[in-house]
Every structure is written in structure tokens, then in C-alpha cells.
């Protein structure tokens, strides 16, 4: 089975100053990764993906995620964050792309901007 | 915009009695649709698939006689809480995913539950 740590549950910081948030996966098999995000009683909004090939990959709202294998992380940054950043990001695996696979989730992390 | 969209947006019911949550795939057709669940400032734990035309697949843990799912068609699958109670209260967001090789999931807005 495959898994999914977060390592920080929260992570403040002030506006404009750069940010990652880390990601850590578990499994014996091939992933694909993906890291939404989720602003208060909303659903999740899909940030970016991970399929296959590159490294590094970039999303919406300026984010960016560096897949490394060996140490089997998937960690988002952004160079500079506003204000509206401010919300819970979700770190995600799946073993395969089909329509009947789940995605299995992370703990997630509060990012807090600071004005 | 939106491609899976969910109603009612919040809901609040009274202990003993049921709420039914809707899920709809927009403009394509969905076999399967994902229901989560989500505790206050914890992440999301899947309840169940929900198959077209066939009996939903529960996670373990998961009172399939209480949360009981319905997948008429291939646009529309429901979620009803039955006999509720306060510790039924939570979020609950259903998801779906494109069809298509690289498509990731899409979540609807979910549905905030206070039952009183």
C-alpha cells in the first residue's frame, strides 16, 4: 500500500518570502503524485501533477514541485508568496490513472501568509 | 470551471433523521465517483466508491448501512447519511475523474453537515 507524510502541519510566513512544503511518499510500485489545495469549506483544487519524466514541474498560482525518486519526495515551493496563499495544500499518490482509482492523501499543511 | 459539482453546500438536520448529498459529474459521464470525508483540520479519508449501476465499495471502518450510496447514473451519485448524529458532522466532498489517460481527480465544493 502506498502512503503519504506530510512533515509540517503548519507553516507560517510572511508575505513575499519564499516557501516549501514538504511531501514524502511510500510505495513499493510506481506513483503518480499531485498536490491540491483547499481554501476554507471548499473542495480541493488541483495545484499540479506528477505523471512521469521530468523533475520538476510547475502549476497554477506560481507553484512548483520537484519530484526526487531517491528520497521519495514531491515538495512545493514558490518563490514568493501573497496573502492569498493562504490556505490548507494537500499532498496526494495513486498507484495508476484510471477512473475507478482513489487518491490517497496526506495530513496536509496549513500555510499561513503573514501581511 | 467546475466539472463535479455537489449540493447542498451546507446542511444542517436535527439527530435521527437523514440528509441525502448529491454529486454531479458536468458534461461527462462518470462511472465511478469517489465520496471523502473530512474531520476539522484533518485530511481526507475515502469512504467508499461509487459504481454505476452496481453496489458501492466501502472502506474498511465505513457503516455501509449508514452511509448509503446510490449511483443511478453515469452523471449523478448520492450519499445519505442515515439516522444521523452529532458525530456524523463533518465535511464530505465527492470526486470524480475525467476520462482520459493523465486525468487527475476533480473535487466538488463538499458539504458541510452539522447535525444538532
Known amino acids: 500500500a502506498q502512503s503519504v507524510t506530510q512533515l509540517d502541519s503548519q507553516v507560517p510566513v510572511f508575505e513575499e518570502a519564499p516557501v516549501e512544503l514538504r511531501c514524502n511518499y511510500s510505495?513499493?510500485?510506481?506513483?503518480?503524485l499531485f498536490w491540491y489545495v483547499q481554501y476554507p469549506n471548499q473542495g480541493l483544487q488541483l495545484l499540479l501533477k506528477?505523471?512521469?519524466?521530468?523533475?520538476l514541474f510547475k502549476g497554477i498560482n506560481g507553484f512548483e514541485a520537484e519530484f526526487n525518486k531517491s528520497q521519495t519526495s514531491f515538495h512545493l515551493r514558490k518563490p514568493s508568496v501573497h496573502i492569498s496563499d493562504t490556505a490548507e495544500y494537500f499532498c496526494?499518490?495513486?498507484?495508476?490513472?484510471?477512473?475507478?482509482?482513489?487518491?490517497?492523501f496526506g495530513k496536509g499543511t496549513r500555510l499561513s501568509v503573514i501581511a | 470551471g467546475a466539472v463535479v459539482s455537489q449540493h447542498p453546500s451546507w446542511v444542517i438536520c436535527k439527530s435521527g433523521t437523514s440528509v441525502k448529498i448529491e454529486c454531479r459529474s458536468l458534461?461527462?459521464?462518470?462511472?465511478?465517483m469517489f465520496w471523502y470525508r473530512q474531520f476539522p483540520k484533518q485530511s481526507l479519508m475515502l469512504m467508499a466508491t461509487?459504481?454505476?449501476?452496481?453496489?458501492?465499495?466501502?472502506e474498511q471502518g465505513v457503516e455501509k448501512d449508514k452511509f448509503l450510496i446510490n449511483h443511478a447514473s453515469l452523471t449523478l451519485s448520492t450519499l445519505t447519511v442515515t439516522s444521523a448524529h452529532p458525530e456524523d458532522s463533518s465535511f464530505y466532498i465527492c470526486?470524480?475523474?475525467?476520462?482520459?489517460?493523465?486525468?487527475?481527480?476533480?473535487f466538488g465544493n463538499g458539504t458541510r453537515l452539522t447535525v444538532t
Open positions: 470526486s470524480a475523474r475525467l476520462p482520459g489517460v493523465d486525468s487527475p481527480l476533480h
Open positions: 510505495s513499493s510500485v510506481s506513483v503518480y
Open positions: 506528477y505523471l512521469s519524466g521530468s523533475t
Open positions: 496526494a499518490v495513486s498507484v495508476a490513472i484510471s477512473v475507478n482509482t482513489p487518491l490517497v
Open positions: 458534461d461527462f459521464q462518470a462511472t465511478t
Open positions: 461509487s459504481n454505476e449501476g452496481s453496489k458501492a465499495t466501502y
